[in-house]
């Protein structure tokens, strides 16, 4: 299987197999079907904002969006020639309830057999601010990736490792958002939500099988577009970003949310 789309719609490019989004009456139980199955989905915007409650005219998606202007420089990527603004959270998600309860700030670390370049290293990041924790759309998208978990896991509580992510890129550098290539996570569920993009080509994301098929491709350009994997079952990688103006920085912002059981 290989799906190609692009998320400015969500539809496949012509002579492309149908990508698994959007198709059912309830994309959430359809995304739930086809994790359990597939590994992978992609959920349209508009169906992640109405869900999130966050459309464009109640000002609630600028909101969100605002908080990647006050992220802080990644000196891991910048060690790597990668400038990357991030910040990093815990959360405690009851699925059942739909429970959101902030954990304490501690060094991210990634388990073995996951991301190579920082295998068994605790990597310190400036913690979300209070603005960002409590935001509602933030609260919306846990409890929207709880539920989705509970198709992989029957486990009552989840662990949410949230990561708003910033790439920037000149015309003397590329961004990249994957500087370590195909990976895992370590996790159960992964997920990437599109936040932003300015003055940026390339950025695509690439899901695969740990054989190497290619399961689906998508650039991530309308915000809300929300790209779902289980993460025990697949790899996944983005590739490089760089400027459609070199006069000007191209920027990419999303947000990486992972879960596992509590």
């Known amino acids: 299987m290989d799906h190609v789309t692009d998320a ?32 992978v989905y992609l959920l349209t915007a508009p169906d992640v904002r109405a869900r999130l409650d966050a459309r464009s005219a109640d000002g609630r998606w600028a909101a969100f969006a605002s ?8 000196p ?36 073995d057999r996951s991301n190579p370049l920082y295998v068994g290293v605790d ?23 709880g539920r989705m978990a509970t198709a992989l896991d029957t486990a009552t509580e989840w662990k949410a490792n949230v990561h708003p992510f910033r790439v920037v890129a000149s015309a003397d550098g590329d961004g990249q958002p994957t500087p ?8 159960t569920l992964v997920s990437s939500l599109a936040v932003a993009r300015h003055n940026a080509t390339g950025g695509e994301s690439a899901v695969y099988t740990p054989d190497g098929d290619r399961l689906l491709a ?23 970003v760089r400027p459609l103006d070199p006069g000007r ?14």
Do not use: K, N
């Not at 197999?17 to 359809?30: H, I, K, L």
């Not at 908080?67 to 990644?74: E, G, S």
């Not at 891991?76 to 603004?85: E, S, V």
């Open 76 to 111: 891991y990527a910048a060690a790597r020639g990668t400038r990357r603004l991030r910040r990093y959270g815990q959360f405690a998600v009851t699925p059942a309830t739909g429970t959101i309860r902030p954990l304490d700030h501690v060094p991210f670390v990634q388990p």
């Open 67 to 74: 908080h990647w202007d006050r992220l802080a420089p990644d």
């Open 218 to 240: 998508v650039t991530l350009t309308q915000p809300g577009t929300l790209l779902l994997g289980d993460d025990r079952a697949t790899l996944h990688e983005v590739s490089p």
């Open 8 to 39: 400015t719609d969500a539809t496949a490019r012509p002579g492309d197999p149908a990508p698994p989004s959007g198709t059912e009456a309830d994309p959430v139980e359809a995304a739930r079907r086809a994790l359990g199955t597939e590994g």
């Open 180 to 187: 370590e290539g195909r990976h895992r996570d370590g996790v």
């Open 123 to 145: 990597r310190h990041f400036e913690p979300l601010s209070p603005e960002f924790t409590a935001d509602p759309v933030l609260h919306a998208l846990l409890r929207l990736l």
């Open 249 to 262: 920085p191209a920027v990419r912002d999303v947000l990486v949310t992972t879960l596992v059981p509590a």
